[in-house]
Nanobody, 122 residues
């Protein structure tokens, strides 16, 4: 049974930082592309950042230069370092796993975590 468990969310002031983690189990983590998505109230779920099994990354334009996605295959863990946070970054953040090598779209992901809330105050 595949499980993805996010942690590290919380309340932070604008300009602050948070580091999200996603612990994966029940899958061969290193073989999966991984992604971080977010969904704000009343908005569609959007891709924040993705990383291939080989370590290549891509980011939404809104977070480029502020967020960094990384993975530790030995620990079966995905990370999202978020710096210079803005109120518009407030959302529930989800990690997801895809059996494809490269997965820029939500419908390419096979497994999802339950999400962690990130709230950025002005």
């Amino acid at each position: 049974q595949v499980q993805l468990v996010e942690s590290g969310g919380g309340l932070v002031q604008a300009g602050g930082s948070l580091r999200l983690s996603c612990a994966a189990s029940g899958l061969t983590f290193g073989n999966y592309a991984m992604g971080w998505f977010r969904q704000a109230p009343g908005k569609q779920r959007e891709l924040v950042a993705a990383i291939t099994s080989g370590g290549s990354t891509n980011y939404a334009d809104s977070v480029k230069g502020r967020f960094t996605i990384s993975r530790d295959n030995a620990k079966n863990t995905l990370y999202l370092q978020m710096n210079s946070l803005k109120p518009e970054d407030t959302a529930v953040y989800y990690c997801a796993a895809s059996g494809s090598y490269y997965a820029p779209a939500a419908n390419e992901y096979d497994y999802w975590g339950q999400g962690t809330q990130v709230t950025v105050s002005a």
